[in-house]
């Protein structure tokens, strides 16, 4: 994705849905009861009984809210009381995956196997600890050994499908995701792994089909909603999008990825002050996330106002200090404000997080070049070239830069470069012709200028806006009349 793709799919549904649904354990007064016993009993060495059940409620509690100090003290105490318990030693398995002792978990895993061949959440822990050492067939495998063993299939279609996708296989992850949603339809996690698999299949026309046929079905699911939107965007039919996002947050009004991703599409539509509002809804439901900031900085770029644009950029890169594009924002900004020899250090910092960014090294060569470090420039817009940048924007600017210097037999070459990656670039044989020109190189510059008319008449404007003086050259001013009269 470029700097001004604003389409961000996900934000943190993992996460949300965890916190929404943290009654997967009982937290009820019976619970409480028991995790305040069990604390009393650790920090004042008291005497409690626990069954195998509340001890591995306790443990899943510690270990859901990643308390992995206390978790261990809740395992040791178990497996005294219960060593024969195949539960408990897979929370222990568990746990060792946690702290990275990979192989000593797998061996306890195994261990179990030997006597609960057929417990479910066995395969289903070493499936994911094979996943997470990157042992995608393994991990695969043990998903495949728990589902018929599981009562919610669904969970296990998803961790196949998720698995799927880990490998890059988004066709075989669809095929598990929807097997998922036929066991339980209302399962957003399918929903949302499915609408990526969609994504990097490149098949939002059939996205649009399924969630419309899903929404007919469940038309009070806010998550089909937002990815029926997401599917829109995609599409670049960011109207419908947005009536998509507006019906999610009629549904669920605190849907903070709704208002995000409504912000980006009013963004495409050139929308800015709507877009501003609308990832600001965000802060109202969530604490302030960086590409937040960063994309409300972008919306004040692009209204000029430039103050406005630097207090969000900032505020990015105080969240996130490794954000490449806010530090490039705030060179770009203050450059804008007249103000580049402060924008260029910004943009050299952008460069230095992430090198091989195209869009970075052409801002710093424009801003070194606008300074009068023409050498400097000259350097940067090689390093944009060789990045493969795709505009044919880069050969202009180069060029000029190399003229400026008096250099013209190598602007030339840059031209002719850029016209050899960019063939329909009606510019490009523009600024030859006129290069030619000044090179004392008449016929051929005709020649270039002829073709330049043929791809887009309209352009050739660009002409004098580089070159007023030939405004008076009346050669080329009946070329032009010609091609007109062609076009009328």
């Known amino acids: 994705m470029t ?16 916190d929404d649904n943290n009654d997967d354990f009982d937290n009820g007064n019976d619970f409480e009861e028991s995790l305040k016993n069990f604390e009393a009993m650790i920090s004042e060495n008291k005497t409690c009984f626990f069954d195998a059940d509340q001890l591995e409620e306790i443990i899943d509690y510690y270990l859901n809210w990643f308390n992995y100090e206390m978790a261990k003290k809740a395992i040791d105490y178990a497996l005294e009381r219960y060593p024969y318990s195949g539960i408990i030693k897979i929370r222990y398995a568990q746990y060792l995956s946690s702290q990275h002792f990979t192989h000593e978990a797998l061996n306890v895993l195994n261990q179990v196997e030997q006597f609960e061949s057929n417990n479910f959440e066995l395969y ?9 050492i990157g042992l995608g ?27 799927f996708l880990n490998e890059e296989k988004p066709l075989d992850a669809m095929y598990y995701l929807k097997k998922a949603l036929q066991y339980n339809s209302k399962n957003e996690v399918a929903l949302n792994e499915l609408s990526l698999c969609f994504d990097l299949t490149g098949k939002s026309e059939q996205a649009v089909a399924f969630f419309e046929n899903y929404i007919d079905k469940h038309p009070y699911s806010y998550f089909a909603w937002f990815n029926l939107g997401l599917a829109y965007n995609r599409l670049s ?8 996002y507006d019906y999610a947050l009629a ?4 849907f903070s990825s709704a208002y995000f991703n409504k912000a980006n599409s009013l963004a495409q539509l050139e929308r800015y002050e709507d877009a501003i509002s609308c990832y600001k809804e965000t802060f109202k439901h969530e604490e302030g996330d960086p590409s937040t900031y960063f994309y409300i900085g972008e919306c004040y770029e692009s209204l000029h106002k430039f103050e406005n644009a630097l207090v969000n950029y900032n505020k990015c890169v105080k969240l996130d200090p490794a954000n490449a594009d806010a530090w490039l924002g705030i060179g770009v900004v203050l450059d804008a404000m007249n103000r580049s020899t402060e924008g260029i250090h910004y943009a050299k910092k952008a460069i230095e997080i992430n090198p091989n960014d195209a869009e ?15 050498e400097e420039s000259i350097l940067a817009f090689e390093r944009v070239i060789e990045l493969e940048y795709e505009r044919h924007d880069v050969y202009l600017d180069y060029s000029n830069v190399l003229r400026t210097l008096g250099q013209l037999n190598d602007a030339l070459n840059v031209i002719l470069e850029g016209i050899k990656k960019h063939p329909t670039s009606a510019e490009l044989y523009y600024r030859m012709g006129v290069l030619l020109i000044e090179n004392k190189n008449k016929k ?12 887009n008449y309209d352009a050739y404007n660009t002409i004098f806006e580089y070159a007023p003086v030939l405004v008076n050259d009346n050669e080329l001013i009946n070329l032009i009349s010609l091609y007109n009269d062609r076009n009328t």
Not at 3 to 18: A, E, G, P, S, T
Not at 152 to 158: A, F, G
Not at 444 to 455: E, Q, W
């Open 3 to 18: 700097k001004n793709d604003v389409i961000l799919y996900y934000k943190n549904y993992m996460q949300r849905d965890f």
């Open 124 to 132: 289903m822990a070493r499936g994911y600890i094979y996943s997470q």
């Open 137 to 163: 067939e393994q991990a695969i495998e043990n998903y495949k050994k728990a589902l018929p063993l599981s009562e919610n299939k669904d969970e296990v279609y998803i961790a196949l499908g998720v698995e």
């Open 237 to 244: 039919l960011f109207e419908k999008a947005i009536d998509a």
């Open 251 to 254: 549904i669920n009004e605190k």
């Open 360 to 374: 970075s090294w052409y801002v710093f060569a424009q801003i070194n070049e606008r300074i009068g470090f023409l």
């Open 444 to 455: 051929d510059a005709i020649d270039f200028i002829a073709r330049g008319l043929s791809l």
